[in-house]
């Protein structure tokens, strides 16, 4: 290889390690170019299929030791129909992946989201309870099954990454109004 292919190389490298970055880091900071696209289309499916603006939304996906939890919340209180339409979407959502249903992920992403074979395969082995919280809900997914505890992780990380959202609370971009 010439060095000037080995730069070019290099270069690449580096802008995909910085846009990987950017789009995981648990912000909304902008990644010129194909990202930023791709993360609006997801934003406006996001709207479709969840009923509710995902930009004044808030999005966490945290991994734990026996499975994880997936919270939305409207980042301002003062919205009781945005609020009504998250817990509505979170009971959906937990109903739907214990029937080992993923459409709406997939409807979100436009892809088969990573993990969902294995919590379709599992789901016997698996439990998903939805919890209202002050401004949405969270899921809760639990299990003792070590493959289907590395498949919600898996699931966990497209999703912190594809909604540029936070590992857990602490992190959350958006403080609470």
């Known amino acids: 290889m010439t060095e000037h292919g080995a730069g070019r190389i290099l270069l690449l ?46 999005h966490v996906f945290e991994d734990l030791p026996d499975g994880g939890r997936i919270i939305l919340d409207r980042v301002s209180g003062s919205d009781p129909t945005g609020i009504t339409t998250i817990r509505q979407h979170m009971r959906d959502v937990a109903a739907a992946f214990a029937a080992g249903d993923f459409t709406k992920p ?50 966990l990380a497209f999703q912190r990454s594809a909604h540029h959202a936070g590992a857990h609370e602490a992190m959350n971009p958006r403080p609470p109004s």
């Not at 998903?128 to 099954?145: C, F, L, M, S």
């Open 13 to 58: 490298v580096l802008g995909i390690g910085s846009a990987c970055k950017g789009a995981g880091g648990g912000g909304h900071a902008s990644v010129p170019g194909r990202l930023d696209t791709a993360f609006a289309a997801t934003q406006a499916r996001g709207r479709r299929v969840m009923g509710v603006d995902q930009y004044t939304s808030a």
């Open 106 to 155: 997939f409807q979100v992403h436009a892809a088969v989201v990573p993990g969902t074979a294995v919590m379709t395969a599992r789901r016997a082995a698996m439990h998903y309870q939805e919890r209202d919280r002050p401004r949405g809900a969270e899921v809760r997914i639990r299990t003792t099954d070590a493959a289907a505890v590395a498949a919600v992780h898996e699931f």
